[in-house]
């Protein structure tokens, strides 16, 4: 076609591009650009709606990131970079890869439908192999920095098999996102460990969900970044207005533009592109009256023109935005500050309310005539308006980060020695006995052994990691001896850190730890190098870092959580130390299982299996529930069928007699008490039976899985629970807890059996052991008046 580009190519040292890059990515902004609003559109006003409700997606925030992801996926990334972008800037993403040939049609017209494209960057749900998944803002930004720690530790450890080549890894974040305490968090930890390789690109468009974001915010964030070792780049001005900036009259422009507050930009930028562009004029004459060279540079310009330069910010400047991501010559971190306007190039584009804004049939009607796309070529990859399409699809190709095949890497399983550590002890706790069985892994040589790399929240030695870590060291990129080993001062902790270390100490944060565990436990498909990562923390702190332990497990990261103390153990401690519905929340979160034993030797006996159901392609992660209250163990041998029970999640201690009239349910350190209330009643109900539940998320998942075949009329196979129950089938059941009851009352609707159900429902309070237990109902006579009570029920 006459007067438009063809793709020529000038040498670059080792590397050809196109002559005129620029063309070509401007050509492909406005392309991503289109498709996805016109994707949004379709959702919201074309495609029937069956429920009425509002689908949503967000067109202002992704209009103004298509600069700054055009020119990294096109010109930028490279394949071994991986990308965090923001939650909603996902139309964006898939129509990017749309045009690069990695996202479907139908996912785009059925975006944020069933099957479709998700509404933010799915690892799991979406086709289109995202690297990082993103929703919960502030999260996927931190997981780039984590990513980076991972990405060290595994090339430090794996040198045999590095490519020599470090990925970026980056986050296309909005400025709102700065609002998050737990980036912050993260910064610190990156400062700790001296991360390298790592981009933050901010969409600073200055609004957020609810309004205008507060003026002069960048000199904040360019303190907080410079504080911790980034380095800061400004992308701030257009090519236009740093043209305009030389000119007389220029400075002053320059200086009214960073002073003008940020809500009264925005009202300007939205009345000029929606028809009355003379605002900009009318206002910059009366704030600069006087100042020579204002009125001429002024005009020079129409109003259009002036409209145009005065929304020719850097960071939706295809040129300026190239030069900022150019300045990026050494692997230091790097915070971009990408000046953007939210809406650009549409009619929402500055004005307050556009967060969940929706361009009407009739402004779309507009935004596509000036898009310059015919009738029936709305979802056409490319068109022929800027340059040939056949010359587009070559340059889409050429793009370092296009290249063939998946991006998922695959790493070889690891496997769990058959010889797996067992615990020999008359009494331990369950927190004990799992530091005795990683101590014993971290002795030996055996691969498993090689893969495991621990982290926590500053509690290693209290949630007893410390025998693993004086095996196996701290790792760190500046190499330091322990110091007062070195000083002959007496320590049973052994602190020396180095590259060979494997374990990430953490500042107490909740939301580094999990979001640490998530880039460890997605290793091998980030990085090719599979990682077997185990995380300890307190067990009521899990609440506060559930948001991102759910965005860990969402991405199917695997991992091994183990928390400690349960229940109300650490009695002393109050309730500050103490946990009631943390089983609720391991039953509740997917892709994660629960597990609570009660002995070393099913602690044993799960964590063998959870180092394979780590790396099953249906596994997951693992959460280990452990108590620091040592219990006399039973002396009892650890068969396969007796492992096979603790996995599945129940086994009888003490075995019932078939016309027992009463069981005892209960899971994990309340076994004494248990124990004591049977013996008392032993003699009265010689039949009476003990069951041991391991793991009230795989009874209740098996018992769902069961009733959800029922349901769609499938045959249904008995579970795990329905064969111990067997053993018992007229017995009501009194469950006990050092919990919520409902972790094990729902047992009694499984099985159809009146259930007494004794837990926990209040805050702590500090005290001794059996004094609160005997406060909350859990001590041995609470349980002989539940069994009697479960008595006078039948005889009722």
């Known amino acids: 076609m006459a007067g438009k580009a063809e793709l020529t190519l000038i040498s670059n040292g080792s590397q050809d591009e196109p002559a005129d890059k620029l063309a070509y990515l401007k050509a492909l902004e ?15 006003h074309i495609r029937p709606s069956r429920d009425g409700l509002k689908v949503g997606g967000h067109q202002a925030s992704s209009a103004s990131v298509a600069t700054l992801m055009t020119a990294l996926y096109f010109d930028v990334l490279r394949p071994e970079d991986r990308v965090a972008v923001k939650p909603h800037a996902s139309p964006i993403y898939h129509a990017i890869q749309y045009l690069m040939g990695r996202q479907d049609r139908d996912a785009l017209e059925n975006f944020r439908a069933l099957g479709g494209a998700q509404s933010y960057p799915s690892r799991t749900k979406d086709k289109d192999e995202v690297d990082f998944s993103t929703g919960s803002v502030g999260l996927g930004v931190a997981m780039t920095l984590f990513g980076s720690i991972t990405q060290d530790y595994v090339r430090q450890h794996f040198p045999e098999k590095d490519s020599g080549k470090a990925g970026r890894m980056i986050a296309i974040m909005g400025d709102a996102e700065l609002d998050e305490g737990n980036i912050y968090e993260a910064l610190l930890e990156g400062w700790k460990y001296d991360i390298r390789n790592t981009w933050w690109v901010i969409d600073y468009n200055r609004q957020s969900l609810d309004g205008v974001v507060n003026d002069q915010l960048f000199q904040k964030i360019k303190g907080f970044f410079a504080a911790v070792g980034w380095k800061v780049v400004m992308i701030k001005y257009g090519k236009l207005q740093e043209e305009a900036f030389k000119k007389p009259g220029g400075e002053a422009l320059r200086t009214w533009i960073d002073d003008c507050p940020n809500d009264l930009y925005s009202a300007l930028v939205f009345k000029g592109q929606n028809g009355a562009p003379g605002g900009w004029r ?427 075949a029922r349901r769609k009329g499938q045959s249904i196979a008995p579970t795990h629970l329905d064969r111990l129950l067997a053993q018992a089938p007229a017995a009501s059941l009194v469950t006990v807890h050092d919990s919520h009851p409902a972790s094990l009352s729902w047992i009694g609707a499984a099985a159809g059996r009146p259930v007494q159900s004794l837990g926990v429902t209040k805050f702590g309070q500090s005290a001794d052991l059996q004094d609160l237990y005997r406060a909350y109902g859990l001590d041995a006579d609470a349980i002989i008046d539940s069994v009697a009570a479960a008595c006078l029920g039948r005889l009722n």
């Open 282 to 708: 009318k206002r910059i004459l009366a704030d600069l009256a006087g100042h020579n060279g204002i009125p001429q540079l002024l005009a020079e310009y129409d109003d259009e023109g002036l409209h145009q330069l005065m929304t020719n910010l850097g960071g939706n400047d295809m040129e300026a935005v190239r030069e900022g991501f150019a300045q990026a010559e050494d692997d230091m971190p790097h915070c971009f500050i990408a000046y953007t306007i939210k809406g650009a190039q549409t009619p929402q584009a500055g004005h307050k309310d556009n967060h969940a804004g929706l361009m009407s049939v009739e402004q779309m009607e507009s935004f596509k005539k000036q898009m310059g796309i015919a009738d029936g070529a709305e979802w056409d990859p490319l068109d022929d308006r800027d340059m040939p399409v056949a010359s587009l699809r070559e340059f889409i190709a050429q793009a370092p980060f296009n290249q063939q095949g998946s991006r998922i890497k695959d790493s070889a399983p690891v496997p769990v020695p058959a010889d797996f550590p067992t615990v020999t002890a008359d009494k331990i706790s369950t927190q004990a006995a799992f530091g005795t069985i990683l101590n014993a892994l971290g002795k030996g040589q055996s691969e498993l052994a090689g893969r495991i790399v621990s982290t926590s929240p500053d509690v290693t030695v209290s949630t007893n990691l410390g025998p693993w870590v004086n095996q196996r060291g701290l790792f760190s990129r500046r190499a330091r001896d322990d110091i007062f080993r070195t000083e002959k001062v007496v320590s049973a902790q052994k602190w020396a850190r180095s590259l060979a270390g494997q374990h990430i100490e953490l500042g107490i944060a909740e939301n580094n730890l999990f979001i640490m565990l998530a880039a460890l436990g997605l290793a091998g498909p980030l990085f090719g190098e599979k990682l077997l990562p185990v995380g300890t923390l307190y067990d009521p702190f899990i609440s506060r870092g559930l948001d991102a332990l759910n965005y860990a497990c969402y991405q199917d990261a695997r991992f091994m959580l183990v928390s400690t103390p349960s229940g109300i153990t650490l009695a002393p401690e109050g309730g500050a130390h103490q946990s009631i519905s943390t089983p609720l929340i391991g039953m509740g979160q997917p892709g994660l299982t629960y597990y609570e034993p009660a002995y070393a030797d099913e602690l044993a006996a799960i964590m063998r299996w959870g180092f394979g159901h780590m790396q099953a392609a249906d596994g997951g992660s693992l959460y280990l529930r452990l108590s620091t209250r040592a219990l006399e163990q039973p002396q009892r041998d650890a068969t396969e069928d007796f492992a096979g029970q603790v996995v599945a999640g129940a086994y009888w201690l003490v075995e019932p007699a078939a016309d027992s009239e009463v069981a005892l349910v209960y899971c994990g350190a309340i076994a004494p008490e248990v124990m004591e209330a049977h013996a008392a009643l032993a003699e009265d109900m010689p039949g009476l039976g003990i069951l041991a539940v391991t793991s009230p998320d795989r009874l209740y998942t098996d018992w769902n899985r069961q009733t959800e």
């Open 30 to 44: 406005r392309r991503v650009l289109w498709l996805s609003h016109w994707m949004i559109h379709n959702a919201n």
